[in-house]
């Protein structure tokens, strides 16, 4: 009976194994098959310094954001990686033009890589700002301190977008995000520029209480995973198993190294205890004389202090926290934070048994404003789209940039009839206003509902085929799925 049972029990656990991979089962051509058969091992070089995104620990372990979603990418696929130890981005970027890695886990498409590399999809983006010392104020406009030296990691791609947009901005160029903090620190530099989770990260897991960020640059970043160009036919497969990682999946990997790591901090409950226990031993030992009232006060203050750097701890959390979930140009609700929302929307609509409706909308002909007037344009055109959008949309909708010139709604409590009043009376504000420098424009949209059995990618999948149609039907029109 005993080795009845677990003959079962294994059968049911091979049953699971197979079930799960069935689940990511890949549809790869027969030449994508060819290749992994070739190459069964992918040789992988990281950026082994920069959290939360990806480091590399004491044992060379790839760890962070980009390490999670690359090991769901060759489970995935069906490869396995191999991690090429580097001391730098700079290295990084040397070892892989070199064909000692296959691919770098995280990187962005530029003009000057792609003579060394293919990209696959982005699967994330990010806001860059400024970190400077405690006392310098908040500066919204970057022309304002441009002519000021700031520190970049060398090799990253903030490097190139500070040289062609601000050409007389000294830089200094360190390996890493510490020494970077370390030169802002001593005053070699009036600031030091990175992605706003990677400050974040360090002001907190190193108590940086002198480090905070003091302006944000006008400059995100949407990395992929570079691919050495003589091995093209990894990118379709690279592309596919990112196309698994379902919304869910990227949530809990966001929430794993940024929601839970800016949690962390400086212990106040710790260091309050401790001061409290300093404090009884002062006193005690210092009972029996006039020093006692001195004591006293000097423990006020202290405390005082202590909770003012509380205070301000949790006012950079905020901040560092809007600007995460806030698309840079247009200051709407970005991507991510748009999938979060739904995702609680659609729990909501499956427990209540109400509705959510989405809409999804562009300006029509909007590469040409780019074309004919220049991007600085085409950038202003889509910030006063994002307030014509927030001045007619209700309070209770959800408004967000999802990428590009394209838009999207969340509309709680709200049928089809209902989005398509919504949807139009956007439309004709749209056709109504003058936009600057190119005067009038007109919009196309596409809207569905909430059907049972939806997921986000149902959902927004039929939204966007529904924009399509408006397009395909003549533009500056609202159609429905």
């Not at 903090?181 to 940086?208: C, M, W």
């Amino acid at each position: 009976m005993l080795l009845s049972r677990l003959v079962k029990c294994a059968l049911v656990l091979w049953l699971l194994a197979f079930s799960q991979s069935q689940l990511y089962a890949l549809e790869l051509t027969e030449r994508e098959q060819r290749f992994l058969q070739q190459h069964p091992i992918i040789k992988m070089c990281v950026d082994p310094n920069w959290m939360p995104y990806e480091k590399l620990d004491d044992d060379n372990n790839h760890i962070g954001f980009a390490a999670d979603y690359l090991n769901l990418v060759a489970e995935r696929a069906g490869f396995e990686l191999e991690v090429v130890a580097t001391e730098s981005w700079l290295q990084t970027l040397q070892y892989a033009r070199q064909r000692r890695c296959d691919i770098i886990s995280m990187a962005r498409d530029t003009e000057q890589r792609r003579e060394h590399f293919v990209f696959s999809q982005s699967y994330t983006s990010y806001p860059f700002v400024i970190a400077t010392r405690y006392n310098k104020t908040y500066v919204d406009d970057f022309n304002l301190i441009k002519d000021r030296t700031f520190a970049v990691v060398d090799g990253y791609a903030v490097v190139d977008y500070m040289q062609k947009t601000f050409p007389s901005t000294p830089l200094v160029k360190v390996e890493n995000i510490e020494q970077g903090f370390e030169k802002v620190r001593n005053g070699d530099v009036f600031g030091y520029i990175d992605s706003t989770l990677a400050i974040g990260f360090h002001i907190q897991q190193l108590g940086s209480i002198d480090i905070k960020v003091s302006g944000q640059l006008n400059f995100s970043s949407s990395p992929s995973i570079a691919i050495r160009n003589d091995m093209p036919a990894l990118r379709p497969i690279l592309n596919k198993a990112l196309d698994s990682i379902s919304a869910q999946d990227r949530q809990a990997i966001y929430n794993r190294w940024v929601s839970v790591r800016f949690d962390k901090g400086v212990d106040f409950q710790t260091v309050m205890e401790l001061f409290s226990i300093a404090s009884v031993l002062l006193i005690a030992t210092l009972y029996w004389t006039h020093h006692l009232s001195k004591a006293k006060n000097r423990a006020q203050d202290a405390l005082a202090a202590l909770n003012a750097i509380k205070h301000e701890l949790e006012l950079k959390n905020k901040e560092l926290e809007r600007l995460a979930t806030r698309d840079v140009l247009t200051g709407l609700f970005n991507r991510l934070k748009i999938e979060d929302v739904l995702e609680q929307e659609l729990e909501r609509v499956k427990r209540f048994q109400s509705s959510v409706s989405l809409i999804i909308m562009d300006l029509d002909h909007f590469k040409s404003v780019n074309d004919d007037y220049g991007h600085q344009t085409g950038d202003l055109i889509l910030q006063q789209l994002a307030e014509l959008l927030l001045m007619h949309t209700r309070k209770v909708d959800l408004v967000g940039r999802w990428g590009g010139e394209e838009f999207i709604i969340v509309c709680p409590e709200t049928d089809l009839v209902g989005a398509e009043i919504l949807a139009n009376k956007i439309r004709f504000e749209i056709e109504q206003f003058e936009f600057a420098q190119v005067g009038h424009k007109t919009s196309s949209f596409g809207l569905t509902t909430y059907r049972e059995s939806d997921d986000i990618d149902s959902l927004i999948a039929r939204a966007d085929h529904a924009l399509y149609q408006a397009k395909e039907n003549g533009r500056n029109l609202v159609e429905m799925a």
